[in-house]
């Protein structure tokens, strides 16, 4: 049998933790429905054309941030899966060169079809003479989820380092990422230069990656339950002072990017919750209707993810030619509608996951390249992802992504398509 198909053999669910699954799957869909209450376009009562973010106009939105803003949750059960795979792996005989192409052809290669989308999407657009501003606006739009390609690739291509680091010195590694985070805020905001606070691209993610990593352990798990409760409370209530009394905004979408130590605190606490309901979710885990969900959903994860804003956005223009289907953004009837349109919008996403779904299940068609151009791979990964949560999505972006990803594809060696059985 090849390598191929011992790598995409069935996974051994008597030895997973489906409660990571679902955590997973809520954190995805959770940012779908944020997106979706975003983007708010419609006709006012003169008929004119109106986009706005609705969402974020509410005087309620800051403060719900602090339990909306699950991103934090999602690297930590990331960080839980990749300490898992990395030592499994490691177990079976894989280098460090394997874990980081695996990973992040998993990144690379369904970014890949969005970033081809992104070209021929908005290449024809300015071809056809659409307002200039309001395809700035819809583009600029579409490419905000696109910060994390950058974010976990890093923190993937950097498993096997932080996995030693965890090994030899768990409790030292968290204090050296928290006092470089701290420090790299510090610097951000004394010298009011944002700049600087990308460094915690770094330090913040990689410190809450290795909050997955003591999970993982069973740290948390370790903890009694007032235990648990007590270090959530105190992780909330020190975001008061921070954001206060601190340089911290009250909406913590605002502290993603840069990355701040806020999220940290979200994180820790976030991993404590998780961990409190634990044993609900695995009892809900152990029906057949929760595992099918979470099978459906999470087979199709990274194509939800990358792919439900353009969808989103193309579905809000597609109402906007059937009449009554587009009321004012945040209308009483727009909120009302948000229900139908996010199944709509669900719907629309598990079909396009047949046409480009296929590109999240990697297949290897011959050896692993070297460590070097397993590195290189990562790097033309993250460069795009980064450019464009810098600097917002546009063609030369677009392209950049097209070529860059379509590179680290080729570099790795997998392509989508059938494995063969045997060799």
Known sequence: ?????????????????????????????????????????????????????????QAWFAPVTWAGQIM?????????????????????????????????????????????????????????????????????????????????????????????????????????????????????YTLHADGVGLVNLVFVWLLVQQLGFWYADGWFRARRAWQLIAIAALSYAAL???????????????????????????????????????PALAALMNTHAARAFVFVIGSRLMTIYLWHLPLIIALSGVTLLIPGASPPPGSTAWWWSRPVFFVIVMLALIGLSFIVGRWEVPREVGARPPGTVVALAAALTFVPAFCVMQWSLDLPFAVLGAVFFGAAVLMLGRWPGRVRAAL
């Open 72 to 188: 934090p949750l999602f690297f930590v059960v990331g960080g839980f899966a990749s300490l898992t795979a990395w030592r499994s792996l490691q177990r079976r005989g894989g280098t460090a060169a394997d874990y980081v192409r695996t990973r992040v052809l998993r990144l690379a290669q369904p970014a890949l079809p969005l970033f081809l989308f992104y070209v021929v999407v908005i290449a024809g657009a300015r071809a056809i003479g659409i307002d200039p501003q309001l395809l700035d606006v819809v583009v600029v739009g579409a490419g905000l989820p696109l910060w994390f390609l950058a974010a976990y690739t890093l923190c993937q291509a950097l498993v096997p380092t932080m996995a030693g680091l965890h090994a030899r010195a768990p409790g030292r590694t968290l204090v050296v990422l928290l006092a470089g985070a701290v420090l790299v805020d510090a610097l951000r």
């Open 1 to 57: 049998m090849s390598s191929a198909t011992t790598t995409t053999s069935s996974i051994d669910l008597s030895k997973r933790d489906l409660t990571l699954d679902i955590a997973r799957v809520f954190c995805v869909l959770l940012v779908v429905v944020i997106h979706l209450l975003m983007v708010g376009v419609g006709f006012g009562p003169g008929g004119d054309l109106i986009v706005s973010r609705p969402l974020e106009d």
């Open 240 to 278: 008061v002072p921070l954001t206060q009394l601190g340089p911290y905004s009250t909406d913590m979408l605002t502290n993603l990017n840069p990355p701040t130590l806020p999220l940290v605190l979200l994180a820790l606490g976030q991993a404590c919750i998780l961990c409190l309901i634990r």
